[in-house]
């Protein structure tokens, strides 16, 4: 139920205070095996009792817990209390993040949360950018992460209820007696259809930005590729939501802080065509025009090889053997030198009498995303793509002129 993949190998921080939507939040996290830690901030009027409650499950769960007792301190003079106790928070945070090397912060904010904080902002500025919450953000330095926005607080309930969730009503009244109580009522007595009519404003109101996402978090499911120029287009915490989506599909641990983000941003803005950018391990994020894929090899960069008669060719991907020709394949004699490289963003071909993108191809035929790096496509000495091999997996090869991919078992 999480809206975004974590990496088991990842270290997380997670803010809790025994409430409802930080004790679901843990209970999530603990089911999909993730390794967390706890940091709680016991305030002026907040209890002991769901602190050592918070305590005692984190010893449970053995889970690692960071504690900082905060109820000697006061707001500055004029200070409002909600300042003040952001202003401590985050501070404790930071200091937790880095002590433990986070890969990032969850918060426990849900769909009533995002919905309140709408309403505040159209009724107080109506000039943002962007309304409502950001499922990822950059906050101090931290990667901030809310997995939990597309769950009503009554969604929470039903969830801690069918799961045995235990927390403290208490610690929950104590939050939310410091929300904005008009706003906080108003969503709290929401139908379903006014709640949905509500979020469906907030959408028209981020119209275009909400697409995008929406279209990025679709090709990223589906193991695309990355429009570049969509990609620089999106808000600051849209472009760091992307990328958390789509780094997070790498074996690799991946952590991404605010510099990485800066130089991964200025990797899109250069004028280089083709280029690869290290992220960690054996991962790059490889450049090619305007599209931008996640490979696990630095020699995914675009190649190119040039046959100038039939004969054999051997590169560290593949083999090839056209010494007695390869009319099989379509490639004539009169096609000679034929250039043989990996296909570029804007490459088509003529399949079934439609041209078609040969990276669409690719997808289509659910190629592995390593393979589409270095798969060959074959050019006439006219610059024509004349070639393109089939993909299919567990397809048994029947030409006789000799064309041998280097793959891995799983990629057969």
Request: glycine share 4%.
């Amino acid at each position: 139920m999480l809206d975004i993949k974590l990496k088991k190998r990842a270290t997380y921080l997670v803010p809790a205070n025994f409430g409802l939507s930080s004790m679901v939040l843990l209970d999530m996290a603990l089911k999909k095996d993730i390794k967390i830690v706890v940091a709680c901030i016991k305030y002026n009027g907040s209890s002991q009792e769901d602190v050592d409650g918070l305590s005692t499950y984190c010893q449970e769960h053995n889970i690692p817990f960071r504690f900082f007792d905060a109820s000697n301190l006061s707001p500055n003079e004029g200070e409002p209390f909600a300042q003040f106790a952001r202003r401590v928070r985050y501070g404790f945070f930071e200091q937790v993040y880095r002590e433990i090397k986070a890969h990032a912060m969850l918060l426990s904010h849900c769909q009533d949360d995002l919905l309140e904080t709408y309403i505040y902002q159209r009724n107080h500025d109506r000039s943002r950018a962007k309304y409502g919450m950001s499922a990822s953000t950059i906050v101090d330095g931290m990667i901030v992460i809310r997995p939990l926005l597309s769950l009503s607080r009554p969604d929470l309930e039903d969830y801690a209820e069918e799961n045995n969730v235990i927390y403290s009503k208490q610690a929950t009244d104590y939050e939310e007696s410091h929300t904005e109580d008009e706003v906080f009522q108003k969503v709290r007595s929401l139908s379903e259809i006014d709640r949905e009519n509500l979020l469906e404003e907030m959408r028209y109101a981020n119209d275009e930005k909400i697409k995008l996402q929406k279209e990025f978090a679709e090709r990223i499911e589906e193991g695309e590729e990355l429009d570049i120029r969509a990609l620089i287009a999106l808000s600051k915490d849209g472009f760091t939501t992307a990328l958390l989506h789509f780094v997070a599909r790498s074996d690799d641990q991946i952590d991404l802080d605010k510099e990485t983000i800066a130089k991964i941003r200025e990797f899109c803005l250069s004028p280089v065509p083709n280029d690869s950018f290290h992220l960690a391990g054996n991962t790059y994020l490889t450049k090619e025009y305007d599209i931008l894929t996640l490979g696990t090899r630095y020699d995914e960069l675009p190649y190119t090889y040039v046959m100038e008669k039939p004969s054999k060719i051997d590169t560290p991907n593949f083999e090839i053997d056209f010494s007695m020709g390869a009319e099989d394949r379509g490639i004539k004699e009169e096609d000679y030198p034929i250039t043989i490289r990996s296909a570029l963003p804007y490459d088509t071909y003529v399949i079934h009498d439609y041209l078609e993108s040969v990276l669409r191809l690719y997808s289509e035929w659910k190629m592995p995303v390593r393979l589409r790096h270095i798969w060959p496509i074959f050019l006439n000495k006219n610059g024509k793509i004349i070639y393109v091999p089939r993909y299919r997996n567990g397809f048994t090869e029947e030409h006789t002129s000799v064309l041998r991919m280097k793959l891995k078992d799983d990629e057969r």
